[in-house]
């Protein structure tokens, strides 16, 4: 039992990021339903690496979440949600604005019939405003954000992350969010409508870049992965080939870095003081690290490193972190039983309570898997069922 087994979660959501904020609540043990369209599916369903056709990013998003094929532009489907929604503690949905009332499943006339109900609504642009009806994708946010126009080197292209990063940042927000609402509802016993557009949650860890460009002019240039407001950090090459990252955030760090390289004497300067003055100084400083870095093995470097108590990490690919001892002390990925695949490795819980831990009970199931013992929770016959069926509404 976790922490969360008390409520119920209704995810209507596609894709990712939805769909993730439902996972992380599901994670802690709420009993989280997935609806699907009987016939398509979600589409995350054939995103990304798959056994046999089972989609293995699917096998994590939709874990620890009962599966149920309802059509939904249909007035049966429609009755199947609403009854859905009348035990439920919270509704997670992405449709375009002005879908859910299309479909007679407008959000307002939902807490009417269940005033305790949560519904978190999320969209690439938000509920309102010009592009309000747009459709909306985390790629979108990452470029409207400003994180791919400072992203890459700095005579490159702006750089979009390799993954769904606005979404993953977005479904983080959401699962807060229902956190937030949920609180609220204790309190005064009464649910609300969240209205989270992902072009926004993203926009909170590129840091102060508004506050300075209001204030200053400042526009945030391409600095590849050199910082703009501290250095030495960047990638460097050791003499074996391998990548070490190496990051001076903090005075102390920057002090001991430039030291073990054999430069001492840079302390002492008057523009070492802080991150600012250091990054006038970046190509000095670089020039500093990256050849004493050259010079020697990796391991080497990462021993010398951790003696001075300077921050470096080696670049990491898959393979590393599957074997990397520290990711398996935190016991970061498990091995989940499956009925598709027998087994699956995934990402653990995000996080761990000393208390009350998450668990990932099972790994995302078959379209339909639970649609016939969803719906007889909702007293609907077992005929009625079948005949739903027979009519395409359910799988």
Do not use: C
Request: charged share 25%.
């Amino acid at each position: 039992m976790g922490s969360l087994a008390d409520l119920r979660v209704i995810d209507m959501a596609t894709l990712f990021a939805g769909p993730s904020a439902a996972m992380m609540l599901g994670d802690f043990g709420a009993d989280v339903i997935k609806i699907e369209h009987p016939r398509r599916g979600d589409p995350s369903r054939g995103h990304g690496a798959a056994v046999d056709g089972v989609g293995l990013w699917w096998k994590t998003l939709s874990r620890n979440k009962r599966n149920v094929a309802v059509d939904m532009s249909r007035a049966e489907g429609q009755e199947i949600v609403r009854r859905l929604t009348g035990r439920a503690d919270v509704l997670v949905e992405n449709f375009r604005p002005g879908t859910l009332e299309r479909w007679g499943l407008d959000p307002a006339e939902l807490l009417r019939d269940n005033p305790r109900l949560i519904v978190a609504r999320m969209t690439g642009f938000g509920q309102f405003g010009p592009m309000a009806g747009q459709p909306g994708f985390g790629t979108l946010a990452e470029a409207m954000s400003g994180f791919a126009a400072m992203t890459g080197e700095p005579d490159g292209p702006p750089t979009l992350p390799p993954l769904a990063l606005a979404d993953g940042i977005a479904g983080l927000a959401m699962s807060y969010a229902i956190m937030v609402a949920l609180h609220h509802r204790e309190r005064t016993g009464r649910g609300q409508i969240i209205d989270l557009a992902i072009i926004e949650p993203i926009l909170g860890l590129l840091g102060p870049q508004m506050s300075a460009y209001k204030a200053l002019g400042v526009v945030p240039p391409r600095t590849g992965n050199r910082s703009s407001s501290n250095a030495p950090r960047n990638t460097y090459r050791t003499r074996d080939g391998r990548w070490l990252a190496v990051s001076t955030s903090a005075q102390p760090v920057a002090e001991r870095v430039v030291t073990l390289v054999g430069r001492p004497d840079l302390v002492e300067e008057p523009w070492f003081a802080s991150g600012a003055g250091r990054v006038r100084h970046v190509e000095e400083l670089d020039q500093a690290v990256a050849s004493w870095i050259a010079a020697r093995d990796a391991e080497e470097v990462i021993a010398a490193f951790e003696e001075a108590q300077a921050a470096i990490a080696p670049i990491y690919d898959v393979k590393d972190i599957a074997v990397d001892p520290q990711y398996t002390a935190l016991q970061t990925f498990v091995d989940v039983e499956d009925d598709e695949l027998g087994s699956v490795t995934m990402q653990n819980v995000m996080f761990r309570l000393s208390e009350t831990p998450g668990e990932i009970r099972w790994a995302g199931r078959a379209l339909g898997h639970d649609t016939d013992e969803v719906l007889a929770e909702l007293d609907i016959p077992a005929e009625r069922i079948a005949e739903l069926r027979r009519m395409g509404v359910v799988a």
